[in-house]
């Protein structure tokens, strides 16, 4: 499968990253959450749920590997395209530089979501989907305004 994965033109991965995962983060995984995401209180509902929520997200990263599987084998067949975004306007950008991708996403402060939500969320699906692959854990390198950079080594 790692081979499979890695075998994937870069514009194939990137497209993936940046429309499916994005896709599944805001529909799938956002409102399974949400009851938290008003959440404010510092010693909280958030912080005493943190780690389960991360194990949550690391388990939904290992399912949604199968979109990756199926999006792959339409691409061989072509008959790969694109799903259709509807939620917001927001972007993944995906960049690699020698052996690594760096995954800059968004937060969703402005809907009321704490960013620390989103990160422990896209975190947790990012380590799953790797694990999936026997990769290492992605590491944040960069927390930037409403953006954070994660880097996954290949």
Do not use: C
Request: proline share 4%; aromatic share 10%.
């Amino acid at each position: 499968m790692k081979t499979l994965y890695f075998s994937l033109p870069s514009v194939m991965l990137k497209k993936i990253l940046e429309e499916e995962f994005l896709d599944h983060f805001e529909r799938e995984i956002l409102p399974r959450f949400s009851i938290l995401a008003l959440e404010q209180d510092p010693g909280g509902v958030f912080l005493e749920l943190k780690e389960d929520i991360r194990k949550s997200a690391v388990i939904n990263g290992m399912t949604f590997i199968h979109s990756f599987q199926e999006s792959w084998l339409n691409f061989l067949i072509g008959e790969w395209r694109p799903k259709s975004r509807l939620l917001t306007a927001k972007s993944i950008t995906v960049t690699k530089k020698e052996q690594s991708l760096y995954i800059m996403i968004p937060d969703w402060t402005e809907q009321g979501i704490s960013k620390d939500l989103t990160t422990t969320l896209l975190d947790g699906l990012l380590e799953g989907i790797l694990g999936t692959f026997h990769l290492e854990a992605p590491e944040i390198v960069e927390e930037r305004g409403i953006f954070t950079t994660w880097r996954i080594r290949i």
